[in-house]
């Protein structure tokens, strides 16, 4: 079983609307998640890690943690198409061990 | 500016030879990283290291070195052992305790 799920997609939105792009985990140990954006060609790109269970907003940007299930989210609202992109959901564990996703690309249509 | 920087950004080798991909950060992090991009896939992590003098094997290790000399620098050798080494190479670094762990530009590797 893969570490970190993350579904392909395309993830396809119109303009405006929320996104929601999920994440799922095998290993009960990891520590801190991240997200990040990369754009075709590009390095990832930071968008927000959370550590606790519960929301993290950060502009347009929530991120939702809930280890008891092993998931976590990222929800884009107001979306615009240059969210367009792949995201990366990533897992730290207490030895600093950090794993990817293979991602999930995002369209929003104008 | 502090940040990651990674050298060269493409690089073309012969079957055979090995090649050492720069990475180096300014921005005082304690942990770096190094990852294997194909395309349209996820991120494989190479080896990683918390401190200097130590780093630890990631998922796909073979054919691949590391070191970790400097606070500052964590150099990767791809090596005539790894069978198929075209790929885009990204160094991350973390510092501990924080979610700042950032990316550098990457480097594309091609074999020809």
């Known amino acids: 079983q893969k570490e970190v799920e993350q579904n392909s997609g395309p993830l396809s939105v119109p303009e405006g609307a929320i996104a929601s792009l999920n994440c799922t985990y095998s290993?009960?140990?990891?520590?801190?998640f991240f997200w990040y954006r990369q754009y075709s060609g590009k390095s990832p790109e930071l968008i927000m890690f959370?550590?606790?269970?519960g929301d993290k907003e950060d502009g347009r940007f929530t991120a939702q943690l809930n280890k008891a299930s092993q998931y976590v989210s990222l929800l884009i609202r107001d979306s615009q198409p240059s969210d367009s992109a792949t995201y990366l959901c990533a897992l730290m564990d207490s030895s600093y061990k950090l794993i990817f996703g293979s991602g999930t690309r995002l369209l929003v249509r104008p | 500016d502090g940040g990651i920087t990674q050298s060269p950004k493409y690089l073309f080798r012969k079957e055979g030879q090995n090649v050492t991909l720069s990475c180096e950060q300014n921005l005082n992090h304690d942990a770096m990283y190094w990852y294997r991009q194909d395309p349209g896939q996820g991120l494989r992590l190479i080896y990683y290291s918390q401190i200097v003098n130590d780093f630890q094997k990631g998922d796909i290790a073979e054919g691949y070195s590391v070191s970790r000399e400097k606070k500052e620098s964590f150099p990767l050798t791809v090596t005539s052992a790894q069978k198929n080494p075209t790929a885009f190479y990204l160094c991350a670094s973390l510092k501990l305790g924080t979610g700042e762990l950032f990316f550098g530009e990457g480097s594309r590797l091609t074999v020809l």
């Open positions: 959370i550590y606790s269970n």
């Open positions: 290993d009960r140990g990891s520590q801190s």
